[in-house]
């Protein structure tokens, strides 16, 4: 069976280029979910904030209520304490009431704390929800730019594909079955240019006897990877 280098030069063309753009075609989608995955992992670390945020707030609520009641306690022991009716009394009061105020005041230190806390939480949480805006403006940006990319990918691969139909019409009828086989299933995989004396597909050297055919515009099948060689255009066999 004989077929042109020039005509599987060509056909080899196609198919690299059908491979290109069908990867690129896939890439799409693949970018679209990667910002998908980033938006719901922001949101997640929002959702994850406001509760922290929220639980930090309810907390201090609790001290603060516990502060009012601490100072409720001790404005009633001065009240008791003005009315001590002996000295064992009157000082036990005062230690009780000293106690007390030093339990509040830690309190309050803790609050003051607290009430911090909560307030870089809050800076916290617009910084996220900015983080979060920026982040679905970028996805809805991909998705645009995705599909915009695809019509242009769908139009070109559609193009390639009427070329590859219109060329493979060129194969002859004995190269045929052999074209099925090895390209219709590895598409550009199935073929290689011979480089010097070599596969560019595998690189083993292709033995004398199959470059002479090669030269001689044989269709050959490299002994190492299967694949259909041709020679490169500055050492086409004059057809
Ligand atoms: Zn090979």
């Known amino acids: 069976m004989s077929v042109t280098a020039a005509a599987l030069r060509e056909l080899h063309r196609i198919h690299r280029q059908l491979r290109d753009l069908r990867g690129r075609l896939e890439a799409g989608p693949k970018q679209v979910k990667h910002r998908e995955a980033v ?12 509760a922290d945020h929220k639980a930090a707030r309810i907390h201090a609520d609790q001290k603060q209520l516990q502060l009012r009641s601490a100072e409720q306690k001790i404005r009633d022991l001065k009240l008791k304490l003005n009315a001590a009716s002996s000295n064992r009394e009157y000082q036990a009061l005062r230690d009780q009431i000293a106690a007390d105020e030093m339990a509040s005041s830690v309190l309050e230190d803790e609050i003051l704390e607290l009430l911090e806390k909560i307030e870089a939480m809050a800076r916290g949480i ?4 900015e983080k979060l805006a920026k982040s679905q403006e970028e ?10 990319q695809e019509a242009l990918l769908r139009a070109d ?25 090895v390209v219709r299933s ?9 480089e010097g004396e070599t596969c560019s597909g ?7 006897n199959k470059m002479n055919q090669l030269l001689l515009g044989q269709v050959i099948v490299c002994g190492g990877c299967g694949r259909i060689l041709y020679l490169p255009e500055d050492r086409s066999p004059r057809a």
């Open 39 to 50: 938006v719901q992992r922001i949101a997640g670390e929002l959702e994850q904030a406001k």
């Open 126 to 129: 617009k910084e996220i929800e």
């Open 139 to 148: 996805l809805a940006n991909c998705r645009m730019q995705v599909a915009d």
């Open 157 to 181: 691969i559609d193009r390639l594909e009427a070329e590859l139909a219109q060329a493979e019409t060129q194969i002859p009828v004995d190269f045929r079955e052999l074209y099925e086989r």
């Open 186 to 194: 590895k598409g550009d995989e199935g073929m290689a240019q011979v």
């Open 202 to 208: 595998c690189y083993q050297r292709v033995t004398p």
